[in-house]
């Protein structure tokens, strides 16, 4: 959208921008009731068991709920409907509140002390089980709500399209969404890796997160939102706004319609890749105009796995990714266990500060048995399937020593070693880093929190970890170019690839690949298909002038003739 003037009776309330797009219609409040008191009189004995079935019937119907809601569900929605149907009949979590309720207390309150008893084990565990506690307390609030007999609590469901706003939206409340009733999501907490961010990138509508005044749009007020400059407007002329919500749709069209390979106005190609987890989300990718995939996340495999698996049953693993992409490219990423995917068999349970401590490649230079067996199983699976190009990468590379080790692993068994590029050191030595290794790939999410000193789970310092933060850009321009000057890839496999204006300025740093959830292929491409590569370099040159990732966006757009 052009620069707007703001007039002076309209309100401007600004937050971190996530997904680009315009909309223009009212406010609609997801507020989730107060919780009752924590305590209540005991229950007379013959009434427990009657009041235990009250309870293990509304558990039942949360759960059959989020299930009949996961069947038309697609992609990451549908899992997250179907993992937050899972906790509503989580056998640990029933029994807890079941024993309670057969002791004297009554089922509400049962089931909120079993919940922040669950809270608490979730947020011990570490970063990404703490990312649950908010799927844990949405179930809390569903299960209450039946036990009151009343509707369960989430996005208003209106007969007119809304722009969705709130805390910071439950996985559950956001999955399903369609994207004809819910025009854009706003939310006062979040952040740009949080869930409401992944699920609105899916949908392509507007999103803005960590909009700290959000309180102050009454329900059912219009709103204006502009999901690439962060900002939600109050007092907009309404003819003015439809108009511009109409010049926005020139944009969808073309996402809707683009078809890759990707590459610029001007022709150059660009490779785009997906980031997967397993077979089943491989599989989905090459339904995607994805080239290949870009971040196998390993780890992700066995958030479960008490102990670790043979090489012959990880080699299955591998292949069944391989298999998708029968002649296309795969970068593996060996285990990144640790800080926020805490992994049973491989994770340290105490430390002060996970982040900071034994993950990655630190976890199996611990354990280097860790690594030798994955290495064996990948290059295994790479045999079984001759015609996928295999590429390895280690996470959390700093030292390089570590990446002389991993190189040397990797080369002994035919397979091509690369390292990610997360900490600010090995930036610092890059051009050392790249002389060991075949190919780079930056994970942005974890080179943001690292130089920006930020926590890139807390809902509280959007704006540190942010990507767009001139200092991170930096050090992707330094990444890139050693790249270029040694005549070795180096992609981006980290949220920010799935930013279309942020994949512009990547690319004309000199990025070689772009990886990204699936669903960011087709805004991406789209975007590109409209900009040159001397815009492109244009906008990469502008940002690195930028003061703040404010004026960095403001510059990059202004450069590639977006805005
Ligand atoms: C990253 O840090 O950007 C990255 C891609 O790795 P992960 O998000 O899995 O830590
Ligand atoms: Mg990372």
Redesign the pocket.
């Known amino acids: 959208m052009p620069d707007r003037q703001t007039k002076e009776h309209e309100t401007v309330i600004h937050g971190t921008p996530v997904v680009d797009g315009i909309a223009f219609a009212p406010a609609a409040w997801t507020r989730r009731p107060p919780l009752p008191p924590e305590t209540a009189p005991e229950l007379p004995e013959d009434k427990r068991e009657a009041a235990v079935e009250d309870f293990e019937a509304a558990s039942k119907k949360v759960a059959e709920g989020l299930r009949a809601r996961a069947v038309s569900a697609e992609g990451s929605s549908k899992e997250v409907l179907e993992m937050t149907a899972g906790l509503a009949e989580d056998r640990g979590y029933l029994r807890m509140v079941k024993k309670d309720i057969m002791a004297g207390t009554p089922p509400i309150q049962a089931t909120i002390a079993a919940t922040s008893r669950f809270v608490e084990m979730f947020e011990k565990a570490g970063a990404l089980m703490a990312e649950r506690t908010t799927d844990l307390r949405d179930v809390r609030d569903r299960i209450i709500a039946r036990l009151q007999g009343v509707s369960e609590p989430g996005v208003p469901h209106l007969p007119y399209p809304v722009v969705v706003m709130g805390d910071d939206l439950s996985p559950a409340d956001t999955a399903g969404m369609d994207p004809k009733d819910y025009v854009a999501i706003v939310t006062e907490g979040g952040g740009p ?1 949080s869930h409401t961010s992944i699920i609105a990138r899916q949908l392509g509508i507007p999103c803005i997160v960590a909009a700290r005044d959000l309180s102050e749009v009454p329900d059912g007020a219009d709103v204006l939102v502009d999901g690439s400059a962060g900002t939600v407007t109050m007092g907009v002329d309404p003819d003015e706004a439809r108009a511009l919500v109409q010049e926005d749709c020139a944009r969808i069209q073309r996402i809707r319609a683009w078809k890759g390979p990707a590459k610029t106005k001007d022709g150059v190609p660009v490779q785009l890749l997906s ?1 997967i987890q397993d077979g089943a989300t491989a599989r989905l990718a090459t339904e995607s105009e994805a080239e290949g995939i870009g ?1 196998f ?1 390993t ?2 495999l066995f958030l479960s796995s008490a102990k670790e698996p043979s090489v012959d049953e990880q080699a299955a693993d591998y292949l069944a990714v391989f298999e998708a992409f029968p002649q296309g490219k795969v970068v593996v ?1 060996t285990l ?1 266990a640790g ?3 805490p992994v049973p068999f491989a994770t340290l349970q105490e430390e002060f500060n996970p982040a900071l401590g034994v993950r ?1 490649i630190r976890v199996t230079g611990q354990d280097p048995d860790l690594m030798l067996h994955q290495l064996d199983a990948i290059a295994q699976a790479s045999a079984e399937s001759p015609g996928t190009k295999v590429w390895v990468m280690a ?2 590379i700093s030292t390089l020593p570590e990446a002389e080790w991993f190189a040397g692993l990797c080369r002994e068994r035919g397979l091509k070693p690369g390292i ?1 590029i ?1 900490v600010p050191a090995a930036v610092i030595l890059i051009n050392k880093f790249m002389g060991l290794v075949d190919f780079v ?9 690292y130089t920006m000193a930020a926590d ?1 789970m807390s809902p509280h310092l959007a704006e540190y970890t942010d990507p767009w933060q001139p200092a991170v850009l930096e050090l992707i321009a330094l990444t890139a170019a050693a790249g270029q000057s040694q005549g070795k890839p180096a992609g ?5 690839a799935a930013d279309p204006t942020l994949a512009c300025v990547l690319v004309g740093m000199g990025i070689t690949s772009l ?1 990204m959830a699936t669903s960011a292929i087709s805004s991406v491409g789209a975007t590109l298909a409209h900009v040159t590569m001397a815009q492109c370099r244009e906008a990469a040159t502008a940002v690195r002038g930028a003061r703040d990732s404010k004026e960095a966006r403001a510059v990059a757009r202004a450069a590639l003739g977006l805005s």
């Open positions: 890796t980031n971040l996340r780890e992700l990423r990144d800080s926020d995917k990655g996470p959390m990610m997360e790939s930056i994970g942005t999410n974890d080179l943001t929190q890139r981006v496999c980290g949220e920010a990886s």
